[in-house]
T-cell receptor
Framework: DTGVSQDPRHKITKRGQNVTFRCDPI?????LYWYRQTLGQGPEFLTY????????KSRLLSDRFSAERPKGSFSTLEIQRTEQGDSAMYLC????????????FGPGTRLLVL | AQSVTQLDSQVPVFEEAPVELRCNYS??????LFWYVQYPNQGLQLLLK??????LVKGINGFEAEFNKSQTSFHLRKPSVHISDTAEYFC???????????FGTGTRLLVSP
């Protein structure tokens, strides 16, 4: 296993621009999660997929956020009309589907909105 | 709703000393408990987890944690720390039947020579 990968690792954008992040989970992991971590805080759950189905979305995920996992493999997280408050580390994790399985985290994408 | 409290935002300790990082949780249902470590500019790595069974859980890098249901705690311990243990440590809870982790705010462990 090569682990969970995320791209890009860093993104600087201007307020109002759209950004898209990609997450590639560990192969054969059916579940994929997105979390957001702001400075000095623990990660907060945003959403998760089982295969291609998005099964839960947090209230943190405003209408400007959309996540997809079209073929049940990689996932994208798009933020439209970015705001300075969107500046954070966006973490992706994946796990198998079998009871309580460990979530394996990627290195994260650090977003800075100017 | 469940929540996790890590009362110590920062714990300074000398190398080779023992350390305990505290974690308390609240939940109205059964939970699974986790400790993750985060090194600078990296993602989270699982240290250990409690699902059921023995309340003393051993993890990687010499860490262990004890689940105490009556005190709703899951404190992390290491008998002798190394400089390389300097990192942020997060306690997390997952309600049985739900898939998302709820994290505490983290404890920064600072190990000095």
């Amino acid at each position: 296993d090569t682990g969970v990968s995320q791209d890009p690792r860093h993104k600087i954008t201007k307020r109002g621009q759209n950004v898209t992040f990609r997450c590639d989970p560990i192969s054969e992991h059916n579940r994929l999660y997105w979390y957001r971590q702001t400075l000095g805080q623990g990660p907060e759950f945003l959403t998760y997929f089982q295969n291609e189905a998005q099964l839960e979305k947090s209230r943190l995920l405003s209408d400007r956020f959309s996540a997809e996992r079209p073929k049940g493999s990689f996932s994208t997280l798009e933020i439209q009309r970015t705001e300075q408050g969107d500046s954070a580390m966006y973490l992706c994790a994946s796990s198998e589907v079998a009871g309580v399985e460990t979530q394996y985290f990627g290195p994260g994408t650090r977003l800075l909105v100017l | 709703a469940q929540s996790v409290t890590q009362l110590d935002s920062q714990v300074p300790v000398f190398e080779e000393a023992p350390v305990e990082l505290r974690c308390n949780y609240s939940s109205s249902v059964s939970v699974y408990l986790f400790w993750y470590v985060q090194y600078p500019n990296q993602g989270l790595q699982l240290l250990l987890k409690y699902l059921s069974g023995s309340t003393l859980v051993k993890g990687i890098n010499g860490f262990e944690a004890e689940f105490n249901k009556s005190q709703t705690s899951f404190h992390l311990r290491k008998p002798s720390v190394h400089i390389s243990d300097t990192a942020e440590y997060f306690c997390a809870v997952e309600n049985t039947g739900f898939q998302k982790l709820v994290f505490g705010t983290g404890t920064r462990l600072l190990v000095s020579p």
